[in-house]
């Protein structure tokens, strides 16, 4: 059974930082590029980041420069450290591991930043 899970997500005031983890079972985590997308209220699910098996990473343009994606292949683990926060970041932030074939979400961890 695949399971992706999310955590650390919270509140946090304009300009703080928030590291979110994502633990994965259940698939070849070496075999899977992973990610991270976001939603807000009445809007579309956007991507965020994305890391590849090979550790090649992608950035949504309005992040660039405040986050960064990484993966431990040991752990099983993929991390968005998200620093210099915006009220515009508030979302439900998912964790995604997508292959060729097929893709997988996490529940999702809300991130809310407002002073």
């Known amino acids: 059974q695949v399971q992706l899970v999310e955590s650390g997500g919270g509140l946090v005031q304009p300009g703080g930082s928030l590291r979110l983890s994502c633990a994965a079972s259940?698939?070849?985590?070496?075999?899977?590029?992973m990610g991270w997308y976001r939603q807000a209220p009445g809007k579309q699910r956007e991507l965020v980041a994305t890391?590849?098996?090979?550790?090649?990473?992608n950035y949504a343009d309005s992040v660039k420069g405040r986050f960064t994606i990484s993966r431990d292949g040991v752990k099983r683990t993929v991390t968005l450290q998200m620093n210099s926060l915006k009220p515009e970041d508030t979302a439900v932030y998912y964790c995604?591991?997508?292959?060729?074939?097929?893709?997988?979400w996490g529940q999702g961890t809300q991130v809310t930043v407002s002073s």
């Open positions: 995604n591991a997508q292959d060729r074939l097929i893709g997988y």
């Open positions: 890391i590849s098996s090979y550790g090649t990473t």
């Open positions: 259940g698939i070849i985590f070496s075999s899977y590029a």
